[in-house]
């Protein structure tokens, strides 16, 4: 569920546009007035926001905001007004430019998505870049890695309750056959887990359980260090429940030194009207601590008071 | 009778007028079938219908049939079930390279959509599970394209490319081609403009088309005929599908490429037949086909 909280009655997108003029006019800029307005309005007010920005006063507001703002705070206003395949597209490319094994930006875009998403992420991909998405996951990436993410970027799962009951047993079986034998890369393992349907994976992964004694990424923890396999759980990690898994990435985001401001931004903009409800929820089981409460122990100044404000945790 | 048989479909009105003309003539229909031996076999008092001309007549009669139902079908909906066919009936697996290749971005997806719902499984589930060949991470790679569709080339991107693609053929020896890596990229990655131009630069710099040095991995070379000429490729299938003695599939290609270019590039095809082959598709056809299937097959062609 949704944390954004929208004033009942939402100034006309022109009075917003108006009030962030005004933000910006003068010296140095009105941070807490673009948060009090931009992190309170909907996707689809935000859009009206923009165009209405641009009649008025001739320029593009998210060019504004580049020259206005600075740093993790820019960043994160700058990714929340985009709309949200736009949103995951730009991310998508910047994960690619600084890509290396231990990134899995990617994984947790394409296995958090619907099919139906991950293709508007596709199409918003090719319109700003020029390149599809998945010719660039292939020119960035090599080996295994190359092999798992380009048909994850690409795949269309079917979405349906039916599943072949006897087909996932069996599946189960290929997928403890590949993992003894440590062939983590082989073809049937990414066959599996980048074509199958979430539901009939959830069923594998019961049937792995039940069939061998324990959950399938139990397995998959054999070496700790290894990005591949680490990849490969979060693949079924996000099958199983994909709000656990963002929690873990916001968790250690936190936890990390000095903070990883890129997974927060990231987690918190693209879900903040999605599930980020659950995710905090999640949260605070995990943690005992609520995540407003780690991120104003672990975030400053307006980069913590607008992601305060996107968890729904504004003063 | 023999004039309402023998090519693609029959001359259901000269069937009709040969035949009943013979009502209240058991004798005449007795000597026909006595005539057509091969057709007929003596079995017993009587002269039995030789099931695998029953099984040829049936086909033959069912090809208007198709072609009407094709037609009115979506062409997301053909494409899926054209797929599923070939992945569920062992038809050979040019039809998805096809598919996958000619069809644009959104075609392709749509087809992806008509899947999920008419089989509730999704295109490359199937197609990864079910094609074992050594191409097979290479179709699943074709049809789960998205292609960019736009006019941006990297032209010294596509000469890097050409050259990788020219040192993968030289060193493998083309059996291993289909599993190599920057092969499989390139061509299921890659914007169909840019890949033209890297054929492009392909003849270039090694004196043959890609096409020619890819003679003897057929998924490859067509992969590649598909994506750079359409309707050069179609019309190759025209020709195959037009010849005597073609089989089974061969013959369905007719079918299923006039239904589905109609509308996209018949005339491009027409075009190109002529060129390659001397002759006007449209004639060729109404010479090997009859009857109802041949009247559809023309006016989707046209004139």
């Not at chain 2, 139902?69 to 070939?86: G, K, T």
């Not at chain 2, 040192?167 to 190599?180: H, M």
């Not at chain 2, 195959?240 to 299923?256: F, H, P, S, W």
């Amino acid at each position: 569920m949704s944390t954004i909280s929208v004033p009942v009655s939402v100034p006309s997108p022109a009075e917003d546009c108006e009030q962030l003029r005004k933000a910006f006019q003068g010296w140095g800029t009105n941070e807490g007035s673009i948060i009090s307005i931009l992190a309170h309005r909907s996707g689809a007010q935000r859009r009206q926001i923009r165009d209405s920005y641009a009649q008025a006063y001739g320029e593009d507001l998210l060019k504004v905001l580049d020259k206005e703002l600075t740093r993790d705070f820019e960043k994160a206003v700058l990714l929340w007004i985009l709309d949200p395949p736009e949103r995951d597209a730009v991310l998508a490319n910047e994960a690619l430019k600084k890509w290396s094994p231990n990134n899995r930006a990617l994984i947790e875009i394409a296995m958090t998505r619907t099919a139906d998403e991950m293709f508007a992420v596709r199409r918003a991909y090719r319109g700003r870049f020029k390149r599809s998405l998945e010719e660039d996951v292939a020119v960035h990436t090599n080996g295994d890695f190359r092999k798992l993410l380009v048909p994850l970027v690409s795949s269309y799962r079917y979405e349906g309750p039916e599943v072949n009951a006897s087909l996932a047993k069996s599946e189960a079986k290929i997928l403890h056959e590949k993992i003894e034998e440590k062939a983590y890369g082989h073809e049937e393992i990414i066959r599996i887990l980048t074509t199958r349907s979430k539901e009939h994976l959830l069923a594998t992964f019961n049937d792995y359980n039940n069939e061998f004694g324990h959950p399938i990424n139990k397995d998959l923890k054999s070496d700790p260090k290894d990005d591949f396999l680490f990849a490969l759980r979060a693949i079924v990690r996000c099958i199983i429940c994909p709000e656990r898994y963002l929690e873990k990435v916001i968790r250690l985001a936190i936890n990390k030194m000095g903070t990883d401001e890129c997974a927060l931004t990231r987690v918190i903009t693209t879900r903040a009207e999605v599930n980020m409800k659950h995710i905090k929820e999640i949260y605070y089981k995990r943690n005992s601590v609520r995540l407003d409460h780690a991120l104003k122990k672990d975030t400053t100044g307006d980069y913590e008071d607008f992601l305060l404000a996107l968890i729904g945790q504004d003063a | 009778m023999g004039q309402g048989l023998g090519g693609l479909g029959v001359d259901e009105e000269a069937l009709v007028s040969a035949l009943g003309k013979w009502r209240h003539q058991p004798e005449k229909r007795a000597q026909l079938r006595k005539s057509f031996a091969g057709f007929f076999t003596a079995d017993g008092g009587f002269e039995r219908f030789e099931d695998d001309y029953i099984h040829y007549l049936k086909i033959e009669f069912a090809r208007f049939k198709n072609i009407m139902v094709l037609w009115a079908m979506h062409p997301w909906e053909r494409d899926a079930r054209w797929a599923n066919d070939v992945l569920h009936k062992a038809h050979p697996f040019d039809i998805i390279v096809e598919i996958a290749c000619t069809r644009s971005s959104e075609e392709l997806l749509g087809a992806r959509i008509a899947y999920h719902a008419l089989f509730h499984r999704s295109l490359e589930e199937d197609v990864a599970y079910h094609v074992r060949e050594n191409f097979s991470n290479l179709l699943v790679g074709l049809v789960s394209a998205y292609r960019y569709e736009g006019d941006s080339i990297n032209e010294e991107m596509a000469k890097s490319e050409a050259k990788t693609l020219g040192t993968a053929i030289k060193s493998a020896g083309v059996r291993n081609l289909v599993e190599n890596g920057e092969v499989i990229r390139i061509l299921t990655t890659r914007s169909k403009p840019h890949l033209r131009v890297t054929f492009k630069y392909y003849r270039e710099m090694y004196g043959k088309s890609i096409e020619e040095d890819l003679g003897d991995e057929l998924c490859l070379q067509e992969t590649v005929q598909c994506l750079d000429s359409p309707p050069k490729y179609f019309s190759k299938v025209m020709d195959e599908t037009l010849k005597d003695g073609a089989d089974k599939n061969t013959k369905d290609a007719l079918t299923r490429v006039i239904v589905s270019r109609a509308d996209v590039d018949m005339e491009e095809i027409k075009a190109a037949y002529h060129e390659q082959y001397g002759a006007q598709l449209e004639d060729v056809i109404a010479m090997k086909t009859l009857g109802n299937y041949r009247d559809a097959l023309l006016s989707l062609v046209g004139q």
